[in-house]
């Protein structure tokens, strides 16, 4: 009996190891998500830590009082270890940014979050978008710092949240809700996938435009709303 609760245990383990790394597999675009994503995990590894701890201080506890808890109940309290292992380490599971909550996300989370969410897209875009999706998670690793530079009501922090909290998903969003027939089929010289290009290619310039001016202390107010409008097209047409 023992050896088979030490046995479950361990499969419980394994489980448990399994579910924290599947909800970090995917392939960090820059620092910032990488490092959201290693405080959750840590948050899980301390929380799972403190409950096992928990479990063996009140094990001894109960074998002081009954004299010895016997190999049976060593067995009881190495399974109730590996299930609070489990239990812990997976859960919570790291929230995913949304469209929706990016645009309310924090200065300091912003470049962070939007990481997390292209990470999230990558999968279902064309090879040269997943590069230039790639490339602007360097360049908000970029933008992070200067982003503690401005307070949350600044028309610099205005302007960054259209940009990656509006135009960014919108733009991605637009390309994914299009039937795949469509995405490659061109409608006044250009196609949904050439748009899709376009855009990141103009948002990773931006990025870059953005960072440079807020350290410099220049940014005032980017019209970044009316240049995208040209980027935008009218999927009832295509």
């Known amino acids: 009996m023992s050896e088979n609760l030490v046995s479950q245990s361990d499969e419980i383990i394994r489980n448990a190891r ?12 820059g620092e910032k998500s990488a490092q959201l994503k290693a405080k959750h995990r840590w948050s ?86 997943i590069t230039l999706v790639e490339n602007i998670g360097t360049r908000l690793d970029e933008l992070a710092p200067q982003l503690a530079r401005i ?28 039937p795949n027939s469509l995405k490659r089929k061109s409608h006044g010289g250009s196609s949904p996938e ?3 290009i376009n855009g990141l290619k103009t948002i ?8 440079l001016k807020i350290a410099r202390g220049k940014l005032d107010k980017l019209a970044t709303r009316e240049r995208f409008l040209e980027l935008k097209y009218d999927r009832n047409e295509s």
């Open 18 to 29: 399994n579910s924290l790394n599947n909800q970090h597999f995917v392939k960090s675009i």
């Open 151 to 178: 307070g949350e009501h600044d028309p610099a922090a205005r302007e960054v949240r259209i940009l990656v909290g509006e135009h960014l998903p919108e733009l991605v969003k637009g390309y994914r809700e299009l």
């Open 44 to 129: 899980n590894i301390k929380r799972a830590a403190l409950g096992v701890g928990a479990i063996w201080v009140g094990t001894s506890i109960l074998g002081v009082i009954v004299n010895g808890i016997g190999l049976g109940g060593l067995a009881l309290a190495v399974g109730l270890s590996g299930a609070a292992l489990w239990a812990l380490l997976s859960y919570p599971k790291m929230p995913m940014p949304t469209s929706e909550t990016l645009k309310n996300s924090d200065l300091p989370r912003l470049a962070g979050q939007t990481e997390i969410w292209l990470e999230q897209q990558r999968a279902a875009l064309p090879p040269p978008a």
């Open 194 to 196: 050439d748009q899709l």
């Open 204 to 211: 990773d310039q931006e990025i870059e435009s953005m960072t």
